[in-house]
Nanobody, 124 residues
């Protein structure tokens, strides 16, 4: 079974950056659909980026694409989310998610059967 461990959250000033990481284990990395979601206070969980390493397909939320960037290190089965130009409204919990059974709509949390515990991002 897939295990996901996020790290890299913290507190930064407005305009600053953070690099979040997600260590993936328990299944073939390239055959696992990966995604980052976040949950802001009082809002529904929203997709940031969805990735399928096997074919290189990467999709971003339009509103966040300019500031958030996905990358990966397959040697360590780890992928990253670079958060730049952070704003106070970005404050929330950021989650790594995964699916081994396929994803039809990457923006829907219900598509993913595996989730990390989340990492807190606070921007002041």
């Amino acid at each position: 079974q897939v295990q996901l461990v996020e790290s890299g959250g913290g507190s930064v000033q407005a305009g600053g950056s953070l690099r979040l990481s997600c260590r993936v284990s328990g299944y073939s990395y390239i055959r696992t659909y990966m995604a980052w979601f976040r949950q802001l206070p009082g809002k529904e969980r929203e997709g940031i980026v969805g990735v399928y390493p096997a074919n290189g397909r990467t999709e971003y939320a339009k509103s966040l694409k300019a500031r958030f960037t996905f990358s990966q290190d397959i040697a360590t089965d780890t992928h990253f989310l670079q958060l730049d130009s952070l704003e106070p409204d970005d404050t929330g919990i950021y989650y790594c998610a995964a699916s081994t059974s396929g994803v039809r709509d990457w923006t829907r949390p219900a598509e993913y059967e595996y989730w990390g515990l989340g990492t807190q991002v606070t921007v002041s």
